[in-house]
């Protein structure tokens, strides 16, 4: 057995926690600019992008 194997990740893993880990930037970035802002728009978009990504890797585990 090799000490470090290849590790397979599965796509919808790879979702959850990209997902996860854009959701909580935005509302990171949402929360320190004030409303309105290039960054605060940046953080919005990365909560939407967040919860799709989330929500694309879940729904794909509970359709298989």
Do not use: H, N
Request: charged share 15%; aromatic share 10%; hydrophobic share 60%.
């Amino acid at each position: 057995m090799e000490r470090f194997a290849p590790v397979t990740i599965e796509r919808f893993v790879r979702a959850v926690v990209a997902g996860g880990l854009a959701l909580v930037a935005g509302l990171w970035l949402t929360a320190l600019f004030a409303r309105g802002t290039t960054v605060w728009l940046l953080g919005l978009v990365l909560v939407l992008c967040g919860l799709l990504g989330l929500g694309w890797g879940i729904r794909s585990e509970l359709d298989t």
